[in-house]
T-cell receptor, first 114, second 106 residues
């Protein structure tokens, strides 16, 4: 079974631009979560989607948004990029949103904002 | 939400068992304990999870105390490839702390 696929793997943008990252979950998984990882802050939760509905959201500004499609694939968008948005963005999928449902992570998209 | 406490770093000799502790004293009755690890530049890898019984899979064993306030991840025969940051998290999704940086030495 294929793992979580994130595209692109690397991305370079300039301040003020916007970016869209894509995530394809493991087949059969209906929940997708997004995380931001930086050296200073570690892994921080952005949001979680299940059946096209956002179920949880972390403490990030409104410039960070996401969506999930009917096939469970997900995208996240960051508008008006700032230098501090440079990070590894990780997507994780799980079968459900229950507490007995492990997350399976992709290898992330490394975003550099210049 | 429950919080976890882990040592910042640990060393282990290759071939020996690595025992990684985690405290989660505020865990709720229905919350699972999850363990992940992250090798540099890769996404976290799921290892194991448990509720109150000890668990074992092909990667590791998880020992949870009877009061569920702490747990230990055991890698029975550590190899150099087990060098990574290990995260213990409760609940399953939101809070990843700094984890334990395990270094397996030859």
């Amino acid at each position: 079974k294929a793992g979580v696929t994130q595209t692109p793997r690397y991305l370079i943008k300039t301040r003020g631009q916007q970016v869209t990252l894509s995530c394809s979950p493991i087949s059969g998984h209906r929940s997708v979560s997004w995380y931001q990882q930086t050296p200073g802050q570690g892994l921080q939760f952005l949001f979680e989607y299940f059946s096209e509905t956002q179920r949880n959201k972390g403490n990030f500004p409104g410039r960070f948004s996401g969506r999930q499609f009917s096939n469970s694939r997900s995208e996240m968008n960051v508008s008006t990029l700032e230098l501090g948005d440079s990070a590894l963005y990780l997507c994780a999928s799980s079968f459900s949103v229950g507490t007995n449902s492990p997350l399976h992570f992709g290898n992330g998209t490394r975003l550099t904002v210049t | 939400d429950a919080k976890t406490t882990q040592p910042t770093s640990m060393d282990c000799a290759e071939g020996r068992a690595a025992n990684l502790p985690c405290n989660h004293s505020t865990i709720s009755g229905n919350e699972y304990v999850y363990w992940y690890r992250q090798i540099h530049s890769q996404g976290p890898q799921y290892i194991i999870h448990g509720l109150k019984n000890n668990e074992t899979n092909e990667m590791a064993s998880l020992i949870i105390t009877e009061d569920r306030k702490s747990s230990t991840l055991i890698l029975p025969h550590a190899t150099l490839r087990d060098t990574a940051v290990y995260y213990c998290i409760v609940p399953r999704d939101m809070r990843f702390g700094a984890g334990t940086r395990l270094t397996v030495k030859p």
